[in-house]
């Protein structure tokens, strides 16, 4: 029987949905509450989600609170994104032997088993494909991302309560989902537990095909069309992605650099959580046997050593870090690669310790467009 | 060479290459001739770099510093300024490094018929121009000139002097300039836009290939301009830190560049020139 393009499925389904998954060997990564955030752990069964549990975000601030309204999916993002199932924090990339003078290099593997994104948002997918646009873009792509995205089962569940911090509708990332998943789920307001479930790839309805489903009707579907009209509506930040690469290329010496200069910590804390930050640096180390290891490990344009040549930092004010980031984001993001660096997760504003708002610096520039710094710099570079 | 020899195990690992050869320039400068131990790398052009690995000390670029399609070893002229460089620049005849590449864009040298070429080089500048240099000397063009000019601190840091003196012999129009002389020294003393106040052709339809501190590329852009030379015909090589040399770390960004990736040798106009004037890009 040729299966329907959406299904509506219950809170069971779910539940079966997950065990399906596992059935064919994927590893499911789910949102689950841990250390006052909602966060991706393995998930065995719908259980583990986080029913009930809504989140509240501000710059700089982010909240959980729980009611008894059931929802599973009545959150936005936490912290963590998906970026570290496919792009590790740490990975090691070769092993080195050494005898007398001659040495033996070998390749290390990456064998992790297959992963199911399990109710990643929207915006999430859209990063995703980001991501794979520099890191399966390139030339020599990068194998361990190049295999984790190939083999990843993506779930992605649309919004129903964006965050205070959400600006998906201006970078065209949410909250609704339109492609790049296997499954789409849509969590349909009223009698709770209804799932509509969307088919994106042959691989979604082979393991849907395990769960208990009905076709979805014309007014399941209207149901859906209201809860991400209730979405788009709740989401009031704006950023104006389609000038932003011009304003911000145009106002490299803009006041507004030395005002943010003047909040930013450089704490790095917006590459963390951003889901499509990519820096990475390598180290070598040599362990007493004489093996040596080369490891990559994310990196941040935040800190000094980035930018480290010839005996010093080019980039060494806060300044110049933050214009860096910020540009790369949503400016010259689009000149190296064609596409804006920024999904608009808001996660950069949240979990920033000095709640700066990377929308807020853009408007606030946008604002003075063409205005530049009174006093001249100080000193040029020569690097 | 065939093509399965290029196979690599995957884009980070590299090939092991050893040093048949080394040659101390000068007191912090070394010159590295390397042969692959097992897995050469694709063929290269001048102005591409590698990533050379000191086994256990660490990894960083290095330009390429022998000309294309030579016979023989591969050379890499190596600053000794940190722990890597100072591990690759002592490293003995019969060491093994590491080597992935060829990477980034190249000086354009089959562009450079039936026109004129000014090479402007500050300090180890010559490294990644060395090979473009001999290309250009050895195969002399009768509707070519090609004039060069150098600029060193000390007269002892001037690299490959019996070089140059030989680039002379070939027809090259060699000019050096030290910044601060020694008893010893007879020639020219200034920055090496001092040198650059003439030239002995037109300088429009004459390309410019530059490289050396930012500063020095910026001065001798500026007077290849004044003699005529159009800002698209001037290339400079640009530097930034550089972690994997393959578009994937992010850290040699410079604007709009991945400088792996769109460089290192780009036009200085339209866009290198607002970057290499402006601090902290
Ligand atoms: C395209 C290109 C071509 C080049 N060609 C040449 C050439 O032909 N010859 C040449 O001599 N040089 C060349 N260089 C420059 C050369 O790559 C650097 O001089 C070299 O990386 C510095 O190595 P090091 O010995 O200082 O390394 P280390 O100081 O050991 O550093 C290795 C890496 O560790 C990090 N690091 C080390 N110390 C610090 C610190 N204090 N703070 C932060 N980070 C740190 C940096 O990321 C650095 O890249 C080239 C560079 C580029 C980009
Ligand atoms: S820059 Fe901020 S809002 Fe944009 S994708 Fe990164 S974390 Fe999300
Ligand atoms: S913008 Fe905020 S999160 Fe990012 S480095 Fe500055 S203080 Fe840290
Ligand atoms: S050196 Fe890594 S991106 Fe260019």
């Known amino acids: 029987m040729p299966s329907p393009d959406a299904v509506v499925i219950d809170a069971n389904g779910v539940d079966s949905l997950i065990t399906s998954l596992r059935a064919q060997g994927f590893r499911v990564m789910g949102p689950v509450v841990a250390n006052g955030a909602i966060v991706h752990r393995e998930i065995r069964a719908a259980k583990q989600l986080p029913v009930g549990w809504h989140d509240e975000q501000e710059p700089g601030s982010y909240r959980l609170s729980h009611g008894d309204d059931g929802e599973m999916f009545g959150w936005a993002v936490g912290p963590e994104s998906f970026k570290q199932s496919v792009f590790p924090s740490r990975s090691v990339l070769w092993r080195a032997r050494r005898d007398g003078q001659d040495l033996a290099v070998e390749a290390t593997g990456d064998d992790v088993a297959p992963e199911a994104f399990f109710g990643a948002r929207p915006c999430e997918v859209a990063a995703l494909k980001v991501l794979g646009g520099v890191l399966a873009g390139a030339a020599s792509p990068d194998p361990v991302f190049t295999r984790r995205r190939e083999t990843a089962f993506v779930v992605t569940v649309e919004c129903g309560r964006p965050a205070a911090t959400c600006f998906c509708t201006s970078m065209g990332s949410g909250p609704g989902a339109a492609a790049d998943f296997d499954l789409a789920l849509t969590e349909l307001a009223g ?33 859906r069309d209201e809860v991400l009209g209730h979405a788009v509506a709740a989401i009031s930040r704006t950023l104006d992605a389609e000038a932003a690469p011009g304003l911000l290329a145009r106002n490299l010496e803009h006041p507004r650099w030395d005002d ?14 951003c889901p499509t930050c990519f820096c990475a640096a390598v180290e070598e180390t040599t362990d007493l046997a004489g093996t040596v290891e080369e490891t990559r490990r994310w990196d941040t344009c935040f800190d000094l050593a980035h930018s480290y040549l010839h005996g010093g930092s080019v980039r060494v004010s806060t300044r110049s870090r933050y214009r860096q980031w910020m540009t790369h984001k949503l400016s010259t993001w689009v000149d190296q690669f064609g596409n804006s660096g920024c999904v608009g997760c808001g996660r950069c504003i949240t979990w920033c310790p000095a709640g700066i708002d990377i929308t807020e610096e853009c408007a606030a520039i946008a604002a003075s467009d063409g205005a530049v710094k009174t006093s001249e710099p100080t000193a040029v570079r020569d690097r | 060479m065939t093509e399965t020899e290029h196979v690599s195990p995957g884009p980070f690992v590299p090939s092991r290459y050893r040093v048949v050869d080394r040659k101390t320039e000068n007191s912090d400068i070394t010159t590295l001739w390397l042969e692959p131990v097992d897995r050469p790398i694709a063929p290269f052009k001048a102005g591409q770099f590698n990533m050379l690995t000191a086994f256990g000390v660490g990894e960083v670029a290095i330009s390429i510093s022998s000309a294309p399609g030579a016979p023989g070893a591969i050379e890499h002229t190596v600053r000794d300024v940190g722990a890597v460089s100072h591990a690759l620049a002592s490293s003995q005849i019969g060491d093994v490094v590491g080597l992935r590449g060829p990477f980034g864009t190249d000086w354009g040298l089959e562009s450079l018929t039936g026109c004129n070429v000014v090479v402007v080089v500050g300090g180890i500048g010559l490294a990644p121009l060395r090979g473009a240099m001999r290309y250009l000397a050895e195969n002399p063009a009768p509707d070519r000139k ?53 030239l002995p052709f037109d300088g429009a339809g004459a390309v410019a290939l530059v490289c050396g501190p930012e500063i020095m590329m910026r001065f001798s852009a500026r007077s290849l301009i004044d003699l005529g030379v159009s800002p698209e015909n001037i290339r400079v090589s640009l530097e930034r830190n550089m972690q994997c040399g393959i578009a994937l770390c992010g850290h040699c960004q410079l604007g709009p560049f991945l400088l792996c990736r769109d460089g290192p040798v780009v036009p200085y106009a339209p866009l290198a020139a607002e970057l290499i004037t402006e601090i902290e890009r």
């Open chain 2, 146 to 198: 090609v004039v060069l000019r150098v600029g060193a601190r000390l007269p002892d840091q001037i690299v490959f002097p019996e070089e140059m003196e030989r680039w002379r012999e070939m027809g090259v129009d060699v000019e050096v300039t030290v910044d601060v002389a020694d008893a010893a020294w007879t020639g020219h003393v200034g920055v090496v836009t001092q040198i650059l106040t003439e």
């Open chain 1, 191 to 223: 009698p709770s537990g209804r799932f509509l479930v969307r088919v994106g790839s042959e691989r979604g309805a082979a393991v849907l095909a395990g769960v208990a489903s009905r076709p979805a009707t014309a007014e399941d579907h209207r149901a």
């Open chain 1, 260 to 273: 943010v200069a003047g909040r930013c910590l450089a704490c790095g804390n917006c590459t963390l959580v």
